[in-house]
């Protein structure tokens, strides 16, 4: 089966340069989220998009923004890097529309910022 | 405010022995909860879920959960441990209205031969 799919698997940025994050969500799914799970932590929610509408806002900072494509791919744009933005960047996916509320998580992005 | 707090920060059990997480949950709402497992540098896999209806809940991998309304619980359970089993657990809540998770601080795992 179709999983979530996230590119790319590293990265590797310097202070105050920008990332680019994508996400491909399982095939059908209308909703995608994201999270940050910083070292030793548990992932932190960031932002989600149901039907390409931001639908629900956490912890994200204002360097951060996010967008929902038409053809429900998913980018997380940040920007002005900081060291404490080394994290792994979990994008999830489930289908809101017909009662799904279990998410299944992509293999996540590791972000290195130094 | 919805919080999930595992109160094991680390757990060391022998391989074939019984294993019990914890996991209790403030949420003001009938909870979503779930149960995730993350080995070393991958992702969350979903292990089992509880919407409603039984409260014995069976997963994959010969995990169970059991939702106890009256003591805020979901504790994840498995008879008899492999060493697969070795990983980080993660119990989660879900809003009921946009589906974000917030997640516990996780359950270190180590199975001794």
């Known amino acids: 089966a179709a999983g979530v799919i996230q590119s790319p698997r590293h990265l590797i940025k310097e202070k105050r340069e920008t990332a680019t994050l994508k996400c491909y969500p399982i095939?059908?799914?209308?909703?995608v989220y994201w999270y940050q799970q910083g070292p030793g932590q548990d992932p932190q929610f960031l932002i989600s998009f149901y039907e390409k509408m931001q639908s629900d806002k956490g912890s994200i900072p204002d360097r951060f923004s996010a967008q929902q494509f038409s053809d429900y791919h998913s980018e997380l744009n940040m920007s002005s890097l900081e060291l404490g933005d080394s994290a792994l960047y979990f994008c999830?996916?489930?289908?809101?529309?017909?009662?799904?509320?279990?998410?299944?998580f992509g293999p996540g992005t590791r972000l290195t910022v130094t | 405010a919805q919080s999930v707090t595992q109160p094991d920060i680390h757990i060391t059990v022998s391989e074939g022995a019984s294993l019990e997480l914890r996991c209790n949950y403030s949420y003001g709402a009938t909870p979503y909860l779930f149960w995730y497992v993350q080995s070393p540098g991958q992702g969350l896999q979903l292990l089992l879920k509880y919407f409603s209806g039984d409260t014995l809940v069976q997963g994959i991998k010969g995990f169970e959960a059991e939702f106890k309304r009256s003591q805020s619980s979901f504790n994840l359970r498995k008879p008899s441990v492999h060493w697969s089993d070795a990983a980080e657990y993660f119990c989660?809540?879900?809003?009921?209205?946009?589906?974000?998770?917030?997640f516990g601080q996780g359950t270190t795992l180590q199975v001794k031969p």
């Open positions: 999830a996916s489930s289908l809101v529309m017909s009662g799904g509320l279990e998410q299944y």
């Open positions: 989660a809540v879900g809003a009921s209205n946009t589906g974000k998770l917030i």
């Open positions: 095939p059908r799914h209308d909703t």
